[in-house]
């Protein structure tokens, strides 16, 4: 059984800064990419930063600049550093990491549960 669990979301005014963090455990073989993903009211999910294996890094355009994934594979978690917060980052930000169980024989994505990130102008 594996499972991610998040960290870190909040209340935060505009400018602000926030730190999410998702830590996964369970019977891990493996992880292979992990991201950050949000869900806002009434849109659809939408990826924001993503790092492979080896910390190469992706950034949807909203959030460059602004937005650092960090992983690290020693404590199976990855974090999402988010300066200069906008009204427009609020959302659920989901975890999600591509892990292999079972000695490499399964590999799939898991979800972690979401947490809430507010941004008041």
């Known amino acids: 059984q594996v499972q991610l669990v998040e960290s870190g979301g909040g209340l935060v005014q505009a400018g602000g800064s926030l730190r999410l963090s998702c830590t996964a455990s369970?019977?891990?073989?493996?992880?292979?990419?992990m991201g950050w993903y949000r869900q806002a009211p009434g849109k659809q999910r939408e990826s924001v930063a993503g790092?492979?294996?080896?910390?190469?890094?992706l950034y949807a355009d909203s959030v460059k600049g602004r937005f650092t994934i960090v992983r690290d594979n020693a404590k199976n978690t990855v974090y999402l550093q988010m300066n200069r917060l906008k009204p427009e980052d609020t959302a659920v930000y989901y975890c999600?990491?591509?892990?292999?169980?079972?000695?490499?024989?399964?590999?799939?994505?898991?979800w972690g549960q979401g947490t809430q990130v507010t941004v008041s102008s």
């Open positions: 790092t492979t294996s080896s910390s190469t890094t």
């Open positions: 369970g019977s891990i073989f493996s992880i292979n990419a």
């Open positions: 999600n990491a591509d892990i292999s169980t079972n000695w490499g024989r399964e590999t799939r994505v898991y």
